[in-house]
């Protein structure tokens, strides 16, 4: 499959991936080697190709090596990556916003856990609009800045109100929309001249793309160091289906879900449960009450666990997706 799709790679490159174990991999992902050869049968009938990268990279222990490997496929292979942002707008704010690692002093969280808590959820000091209720700009999974206007009135302070508290001098929040830094791929459009449309094609015309930018990167695999076996009971933290996060949650639809830890037959054996059974387990510092659910289409030994219906705190995790955890059973529902 390397061979297949890697283009004028150098010749470590090319060795390094002729040398991947295939029969690891197959283990490690739990996809069969004739999965693997029935994915690439598929691919000589394909002319383009593209390489989704979840969220779920961000926080592994050997997410340098990770990001480097995706940089090399995408740069000499015929894949197109496309990495999933963690949250809403999180691509615009990594490109303006520089964090600390470990913050000093006093911390104002922005829908997040913080000392001073602003935001759109209920557990926040001072409530500010949601995203639906804000005239404004994102930058999307395309990579495209697009406007935002609000669907929801609001009648309360803005995050507007806490910059002029600041000293910042301006009329607006589209204001700032021509003042984002060109220098990180921005083209300084004032809000007011950006298009919002699709046209009778198709074409999207809403906003622009940002700018590609060219830049020096040294290239460097490291040798991985030993990370945790996860053996056991594995669980995966993430929400599915239908509701992404807190703010989805409280969409009235929603209010007769249940959030529940699915999980496949074999970690019903591993964990000795049955479906119905009521548990307990600690994930990430967090202490959850869960019934249990099977489902049989789930392939090796994991459950998920959404965090929706912990409202802030589901923000403020930032361990790596999987984590063996201790199941205690007390009940069961049936």
């Known amino acids: 499959m390397a061979n297949l799709l890697i283009k004028n790679a150098p010749k470590e ?18 996809v069969s080697e004739e ?30 090596n990770i990001a480097t490997l995706l940089a090399l496929i995408e740069k000499y292979s015929q894949f197109d990556l496309i990495a999933i942002p963690p949250a809403s707008n999180s691509l615009g704010v990594a490109l303006i916003c520089e964090l600390e690692e470990k913050p000093e002093g006093k911390v104002v969280g922005y829908n997040s856990v913080g000392d001073f808590v602003v935001g759109s959820l209920d557990e926040v000091d001072l409530e500010l609009p949601a995203l639906n ?24 302070y803005e995050l507007l109100d806490i910059a002029r508290e600041l ?5 607006y929040t589209i204001d700032f929309t021509s003042k984002l830094p060109k220098e990180s791929g921005f083209r300084g459009v004032a809000f007011d001249d950006l298009e919002d449309f699709f046209g009778v094609d198709g074409t999207n015309h809403r906003g622009y793309e940002l700018e ?26 993430c929400n599915a289906g239908a509701i992404f996060n807190p703010f989805t949650s409280k969409a009235h639809q929603f209010k007769s879900f249940e959030p529940k830890l699915v999980g496949s037959n074999q ?31 789930m392939k090796g030994t994991i459950a998920i666990n959404p965090t929706y219906d912990y409202g802030l705190s589901s923000f403020a995790i930032s361990s790596y997706r999987f984590s063996p955890v201790k199941i205690e059973k007390h009940g069961s529902e049936q």
């Open 133 to 156: 209720q804000q005239e404004g700009t994102m930058t999307n999974i395309d990579k495209r800045v697009v406007p935002t206007n609000p669907a929801l009135d609001f009648r309360g």
């Open 167 to 171: 000293g910042v001098d301006t009329r």
């Open 35 to 64: 999965e693997l050869d029935e994915l690439k049968a598929l691919m000589w009938k394909k002319k383009r190709f593209s390489f989704v990268v979840g969220e779920d990279i961000y926080n592994h222990p050997q997410v340098e």
């Open 13 to 30: 490159i090319k060795s390094y991936l002729d040398d991947l174990d295939i029969g690891y991999l197959s283990a490690e992902s739990n």
């Open 212 to 237: 590609n930018l060219e830049c020096e990167v040294k290239v460097e695999l490291k040798e991985p160091d030993e990370i945790e076996s996860f053996d056991g009971t594995i669980i995966y933290r």
């Open 267 to 297: 970690f019903a054996i591993a964990a000795k449960l049955k479906d119905g059974d009521r548990v307990k387990f600690v994930q990430d510092g967090i202490e959850y009450e869960r019934v249990f659910t099977i489902d049989t289409s």
